[in-house]
């Protein structure tokens, strides 16, 4: 299984190392059976994070013909107040920008359309991390599908049509979702049990002394009489 794990200008860092150190760990538990690299839309290149400038090298382009799995965070930066205004800067991404912005300006690059086509890509699978599935979502790719992300970003989730669930790790098939950037380690844990299998999984979990959390929402089963 190959996973490719995507950069973008102003991207949270934990919401990529921590995913892909669970997946590195995965692929040396099974032999090899998991590779992970970093990618971008663009290709190779130096990528700068919207956590105090720390970057990291994309080794890689996001290829959905290649690509067995593609892992999507989300940004790091300012929160923001209620009803603030975003400052006009020509487009140019910089530091301390509000989390919606650099979310909203991957739309303006090549990403949106590689990632409609590993949506559509049978045998694919897209998980993304806290405010990845904004990204997917703004880009009008999940309407109608089950997905979680940053509780801070559920109301938009809903906004463009996206079922959203409060769960740490929603399983929708071949999309599968987490919410706050912590939740990450949940995630790729999950993955490892259900795409490779639970041994290598509680190895991993073994290894990083981290116990996952909650319940791996699925659309299946009797609905909850109470809340």
Request: net charge negative; charged share 20%; with cysteine.
């Amino acid at each position: 299984m190959h996973i490719q794990i995507v950069l973008f200008d102003g991207f949270d860092p934990l919401d990529v190392i921590a995913p892909y150190e669970v997946l590195y760990s995965g692929g040396t538990a099974s032999g090899g059976a998991v590779t992970v690299e970093l990618v971008t839309a663009e290709g190779p290149r130096e990528v700068t994070s919207g956590t105090g400038g720390l970057a990291l090298r994309a080794t890689g382009t996001l290829d959905p013909v290649r690509a067995d799995l593609v892992l999507v965070p989300g940004a790091s930066g300012r929160v923001g107040k209620e009803g603030e205004v975003p400052e006009e800067n020509d487009g140019v991404w910089a530091q301390d920008e509000l989390i919606p912005v650099l979310l909203g300006r991957t739309l303006d690059t090549g990403l949106p359309a590689l990632l409609k086509a590993a949506m559509e890509r049978p045998g694919l699978t897209v998980a993304t991390v806290c405010g990845g599935s904004l990204v997917l979502a703004m880009a009008g790719l999940l309407e109608g599908r089950h997905a979680s992300t940053h509780h801070l970003g559920m109301d938009l989730l809903d906004a463009t049509g996206v079922r959203a669930v409060h769960a740490r790790v929603v399983d929708d098939g071949d999309l599968v979702t987490a919410a706050g950037v912590t939740s990450g380690l949940d995630l790729a844990l999950y993955l490892l049990e259900r795409e490779v299998g639970p041994k290598v999984a509680h190895a991993v979990e073994r290894l990083f002394a981290y116990e996952r959390r909650g319940v791996v929402w699925r659309d299946h089963g009797p609905t909850p009489s109470t809340p």
